[in-house]
């Protein structure tokens, strides 16, 4: 069954990036599957002088009824901590595998080469927090990131508290209530089914993060 985006909330017009149907990801679940596939996202934003400011983190992504929050933390001493206290507003964007495609493997390839892509736009209002939260977030984090293993030295409830008692101060956690969301996943769904079986096959032999584009396209075949 396909869960529709628009059960997040109403992020129908939304229109930031590259306005083609046929590329857009409607299905909720592959959205959020993407997400949790490729956590390291660009966070940006402006401060109160209009400077642009960007900061590239891991974050862990959370479901509330139908609203979708993506969570993280961050250095205080960075101009982007403080921008985003000036202006909460930011814009984050989560990117997968990307690749050339060239048109000489189309079956009419009389056309101009392009470029096959995964990405999703997300914008809305960052909060921080610190606290009992940030813990609460720390462990999380550390734990999703750890596959679960409890054992692990490096997760929150085992580093020493000395190195906690001082990392902690310097980190704020932050979470981001998504308002308005698009994506565009481009895999060449506009291609017939020659070109298409064809593109698969050339990023398969380039390997890379070509290979995984050649999976995502699979799978929409399958």
């Known amino acids: 069954m396909t869960h529709s985006i628009n059960n997040f909330r109403n992020y129908s017009n939304f ?17 959020l599957q993407f997400l949790k596939e490729n956590p ?19 974050i862990c992504i959370e479901k509330r009824g139908e609203e979708l929050y993506l969570l ?15 202006n909460r507003n930011v814009l984050a964007v989560a990117t997968g595998a990307n690749g050339y495609v060239s048109a000489s493997w189309y079956s009419n ?3 101009a080469s392009t470029w096959n892509y995964m990405s999703v736009h997300m914008q809305g209002t960052l909060t921080y927090f610190e606290g009992e939260q940030l813990i609460t977030l720390m462990r999380t984090f550390t734990l999703e990131h750890e596959a679960g293993k409890t054992t692990s030295p490096t997760i929150y409830d085992n580093l020493p508290e000395k190195y906690i008692n001082r990392l902690m101060p310097q980190i704020i956690g932050f979470e981001i209530k998504v308002e308005q969301l698009d994506t565009v996943f481009k895999l060449s769904q506009e291609l017939d089914k020659e070109s298409y079986s064809n593109v698969i096959h050339k990023l398969e032999e380039k390997g890379g ?14």
Request: hydrophobic share 40%; net charge positive.
């Open 40 to 58: 390291f996202v660009l966070i940006t934003g402006v401060d109160s002088k209009g400077k642009p400011v960007a900061a590239q983190i891991p």
């Open 15 to 31: 229109k930031a990036m590259y306005d083609i149907p046929i590329y857009k990801e409607e299905d909720e679940k592959k959205i």
């Open 109 to 111: 390839s009389n056309k």
């Open 72 to 86: 993280g933390h961050l250095m205080k001493a960075t101009d982007h901590y403080k921008a985003f206290i000036e």
């Open 209 to 222: 993060t070509n290979a995984i584009l050649a999976s995502a396209m699979k799978k929409r075949i399958q």
